[in-house]
């Protein structure tokens, strides 16, 4: 801490003045461990009455009282958390009440605004370290120059001025985390948010860690089903997995993560909804929401509101995942959602610019690829060493006019395992979710999917495809062959099938049935609006009348073809009794 300090002069402040053994003891003391010739000036002050604060440059030597309560509160707090090492610990506070000397540098604040302050003096500090300043508010150190270093401030600035003085911590940031936050309210520095009272939490994360190594993870083998047939079917998701949903605003983004929560009920998978810079009142409500279907028994928020200041916004993904990563490390299945990257990113280039850092493409800085980087390949899915646990990340994305080939889109689509694109046009057609099946890809869900459905899925996507191919040339034609007819009804009814209502997931078992009835051709002569209400009736009828059939295709290896065969046999008989 010393090794920078260039000073040859000390201050020692006190109210008594000290005796000449004392100052002697001082100036010994310093020049041992200085390792040159020290002078040591008395100070008269009544600041610190019954004892002494020495002054070396920026290095503070605090025999005050305040200073020896704040070595007790560390040394309390401590006992608190490492309860095995109490008894030693006890001995040691007791004989060596007397306390030893903390040195602290402080700096100076040179300017202060817009959540960003610039701090003079601290030589030693390093990138992402802690601050404290007036009043106990906190900044993180974001931006290291020769002279001086950029910080990015966790509250309101106001009571910091020109001048006053700031303490290095030594730690980085870091949230608290435990099991107490299920069901929690929280903003992006762990405090509650919901008027429920303090959290109880014993263990503590940095926000930022390295991701697991390739030897820490294992492939992406388990379903993380949404309970929405046109992404369980085409598009699956893997434990571990990180699936982008992208689109413009209002197609259905928030709708598709929301759901893929509430369907995890009884899944035992703990969920974590990252907001950012959405509006307070639409998180609120959200919140409700997901109380109304019991969601929040396994779900955390975490809420970084548009009214937050960027430096607030800009970690609140970072601590979403430490709280994730707690429950992966423990084995558990985590799924977390990011909502959304682009406001993120956005909160970045404006830190980035009021740091003085040099924009580029869009003007945002050169690092902002490694901002999400960093952050999505910390999902995983840990060998079973480790304890077998995941984290699967399903980030957001915003785009304007649907423009996938900006600069954060294409980022954040070259980083994760896929993307499920929502179009605007499909939207407001009726089609919802309005996931463009031919944009839209997993790359490594496939793996997770579970036998059943892989079988079941077939050909759909092909047959959408070639519907797509052939509403468009036969959108002029009046005579139409039946064949044809027949593949254009068919294919309609696909993409009717596809149709679903928010909070409405189906179950893996619903999904297959459906899926080996639509392929089977069985909603051919039912009328296109009332495709949706068929397939309810359909579900209704199997689980009346053959309740086996869900419990074999849940338990069986698969869809063998003679299961199929009786799928249809059985769907069949609800389409002759429904005429
Ligand atoms: P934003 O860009 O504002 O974040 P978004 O893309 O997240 O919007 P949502 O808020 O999820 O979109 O949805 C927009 C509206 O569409 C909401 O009112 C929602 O209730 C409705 N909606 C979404 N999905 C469905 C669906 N499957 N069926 C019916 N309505 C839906
Ligand atoms: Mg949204």
């Keep these: 801490m010393s090794s920078f300090n ?134 993180m150190v974001m931006e290291l120059r020769r002279d001086e270093v950029g910080v990015i401030l966790f509250s309101d600035e106001a009571p910091i001025m020109e001048g006053s003085s700031v303490y290095r911590t030594g730690k980085t940031a870091g949230i608290p985390v435990g099991d107490g936050f299920i069901g929690r309210v929280i903003n992006p520095l762990g405090e509650p948010i919901d008027g429920r009272g303090v959290i109880d ?18 492939p992406v083998n388990r379903p993380m089903e949404t309970g929405l047939l046109a992404i369980d079917s085409m598009f699956p998701i893997g434990r571990g997995q990180r699936e982008l949903i992208i689109g413009d605003r209002q197609t259905g983004k928030t709708a598709i993560a929301l759901d893929t929560i ?40 975490v809420n970084a509101s548009a009214s937050d200041a960027a430096p607030v916004q800009y970690i609140a993904p970072y601590a979403g995942c430490a709280l994730g990563e707690y429950f992966m490390q423990k084995g558990e299945d985590v799924l977390i959602i990011y909502d959304d990257l682009s406001k993120h990113a956005i909160a970045y280039r404006s830190l980035s610019l009021l740091l003085d850092r040099s924009p580029g493409r869009e003007a945002y800085p050169g690092d902002v690829f490694y901002l999400h980087s960093r952050l999505l390949e910390r999902a995983a899915h840990l060998s079973d060493e480790l304890g077998g646990g995941s984290m699967t990340a399903l980030p957001i994305v915003e785009t304007q006019a ?36 031919g944009l839209s890809v997993s790359r490594v869900g496939g793996d997770a999917q579970t036998k059943a459905m892989k079988k079941a899925t077939g050909t759909l996507r092909l047959d959408l495809a070639q519907y797509r191919e052939m509403e468009v040339f036969t959108q ?30 189906y179950s893996g078992e619903d999904e297959v049935i459906l899926l080996v009835c639509a392929l089977g051709r069985l909603f051919i002569p039912v009328p ?14 199997f689980r009346q009348n053959r309740p086996d059939i869900a419990d074999r295709i849940r338990g069986s290896e698969g869809l063998p073809d003679e299961m199929k065969k009786e799928i249809l046999a059985v769907g069949a008989e609800f389409m002759a009794k429904r005429k």
């Design 402 to 437: 649907g423009d996938v080939s900006a600069y954060i889109p294409t980022n954040i689509i070259s980083i994760t395992d896929g993307q499920i694109f929502l179009e605007t046009a499909l939207f407001f057609e009726g089609q919802r979710p309005a996931v463009n099946v």
């Design 6 to 139: 260039s000073n040859s002069r000390a201050y020692l402040y006190s109210a008594e003045k000290p005796t000449d053994a004392q100052m002697e003891g001082f100036v010994k003391f310093l020049s041992k461990k200085y390792n040159r010739e020290i002078t040591v000036s008395w100070v008269n002050s009544k600041e610190f009455p019954g004892g002494f604060r020495l002054e070396i440059g920026n290095d503070v030597y605090d025999w005050s009282k305040e200073g020896k309560f704040e070595q007790l509160r560390e040394k309390l707090s401590y006992l608190a958390k490492n309860s095995d090492n109490v008894i030693p610990l006890m001995k040691e506070t007791v004989h060596s009440w007397t306390p030893a000397a903390i040195a602290r540098e402080v700096g100076t604040v040179l300017t202060v605004g817009d959540g960003i302050a610039t701090v003079e003096g601290l030589e030693n500090v390093t990138f992402g370290e802690i601050l404290i300043f007036t009043d106990g508010i906190r900044g």
């Design 201 to 218: 939490s014993k263990n503590y994360r940095p926000i930022e860690s390295p991701a697991p190594g390739i030897i820490d993870r294992q």
């Design 476 to 505: 002029f034609s009046s005579d139409l062959d039946d064949s044809t007819k027949n593949q254009l009804l068919y294919g309609k009814g696909l993409m009717r099938i596809l149709r679903q209502k928010q909070y409405k997931p």
């Design 262 to 301: 509430t369907n995890q009920k009884g899944k035992d998978v703990i969920c974590i909804y990252v907001a950012i810079g959405q509006k307070a009142s639409s998180v609120a409500q959200m919140v409700n929401n997901l109380r109304n279907k019991g969601a929040m028994d396994y779900t955390i928020i």
């Design 528 to 541: 296109e609006k009332e495709i949706n209400k068929v397939s309810e009736e359909l579900l209704q009828y």
